[in-house]
């Protein structure tokens, strides 16, 4: 066998070419992929209602005149990074972002083409029909946004095959049933959901917001809530639930605004929050049947502006240390079974609402 030798110069030729190869065939995989990218999101646009819609005018397909086949992939030449509301990632579409873009139809199944979609957000348009089960092919998404259509039917199991998710916003629709328990990433569910509140749901890594109001759920909150400690939005205002909040939320230190209003929850208000939240600024637990005394560490969340606890059974003083929350705008105790005199040190205070309405305080309101 006869061996060659290869200088120095050889082997750079060599390794040149591979380079370049390497980078010509990425091309064209990305070049196709983009391609049926344009052609799965064109679909759509071609089914809406109004497709003639101003905001999607550059949404458009190049005819490739060199090829004449029937298949619409093949048909075009385009790219849809270019196109009003798509974003890319090495020319693949990685987020689709229509907020309030006056969208009329349903949400397609063609979707589920975009396999290395981020984020899709369609917050606040007029989509109907059901969300399809597909959406849960598109394993990459971190925000999925439907919030404020009106989608209809219930919630897909398959939402559950997207564990990168972070942000899940389906709240102002019209979605039925119960929440799957194969959903552990949740954030917005306003709609008309009834049932208890899956369990699973604790096993929560990533969730940041959960809105849950305006519903018909019942039973107790899960157990290990927010264990994670990276809620900062949590919401399940004018519910059906009962029981204590969960001591866990003691672990919410990034919590930012909490609702637990308009239910039945009921406990020892002097068991709850007793973490350090130094970015909690909204607190509602108006209308629930929570008991015991509130106390000082009340006065240990320096970014609080609302603090509600109305008409529930509340007894015991009123803490001085709420003096301290040099942020609060608005208290209201309202309604409630508090006692002895009203604190001088909320004199300190520049609040815009004191509601201290039908409690055994005695005294003057600080001025």
């Known amino acids: 066998m006869v061996y060659f030798p290869i200088g120095n110069a050889s082997l750079f030729i060599v390794h040149l070419v591979l380079v370049l190869l390497t980078i010509f065939l990425c091309f064209l ?28 005018t550059s949404w458009i397909l190049r005819p490739n005149t060199t090829n004449s086949s029937n298949n619409i992939s093949k048909e075009v030449v385009a790219s849809p990074c270019s ?45 109907s029909g059901p969300i399809p089960p597909k959406i849960g092919k598109l394993t990459s998404l971190n925000l999925l946004d439907l919030g404020e259509n009106y989608l209809s039917g ?21 979605l039925l049933g119960s929440i799957p328990k194969e959903l552990g990433n949740l954030m917005a569910l306003r709609n008309n959901l009834s049932g208890s509140i899956p369990q699973e749901l604790a096993n929560l890594t990533k969730l940041v917001f959960m809105d849950m109001d305006g519903n018909q759920f019942s039973g107790h909150l899960p157990q290990g809530l927010c264990e994670s400690g990276v809620l900062a939005f949590l919401s399940f205002e004018d519910n059906m639930l009962t029981g204590p909040i969960p001591r866990s939320l003691n672990n919410c230190s990034r919590l930012r605004h909490a609702y637990f209003n308009g239910n039945q929850f009921t406990g020892k208000l002097s068991e709850m929050f ?34 509600r606890i ?41 609040l815009y609402v004191l509601d201290l309405y039908s409690n055994r305080l005695t005294g003057e309101i600080p001025e």
């Open 274 to 307: 007793g973490g350090f939240y130094p970015k909690l600024n909204f607190v509602d637990l108006s209308n629930n049947n929570f008991y015991g005394e509130l106390l000082a560490y009340w006065g240990r969340c320096p970014s609080l502006t609302t603090l």
């Open 83 to 127: 196109w009003s509301g798509v974003s890319c990632i090495n020319g693949s579409v990685n987020g689709l972002d229509l907020t309030e873009s006056n969208i009329n139809g349903p949400i397609p199944l063609s979707f589920s083409n975009l396999n290395k979609l981020e984020g899709l957000s369609l917050n606040g348009n007029n989509l």
């Open 154 to 174: 219930s919630i897909p199991p398959s939402l559950g095959n997207l564990s990168n998710l972070s942000v899940l916003d389906l709240g102002g629709n019209q």
């Open 29 to 56: 995989g990305s070049a196709s992929a983009s391609a049926e990218e344009a052609a799965a999101l064109f679909k759509w646009k071609a089914s809406l209602s109004n497709p003639d819609n101003p905001l999607l």
């Open 310 to 350: 109305a008409e529930n059974h509340i007894s015991g003083s009123i803490p001085p240390e709420l003096g301290n929350l040099t942020e609060l705008r608005v208290l209201n105790l309202s309604s409630n079974r508090l006692t002895g005199e009203i604190p001088i040190e909320l004199g300190n205070l520049e």
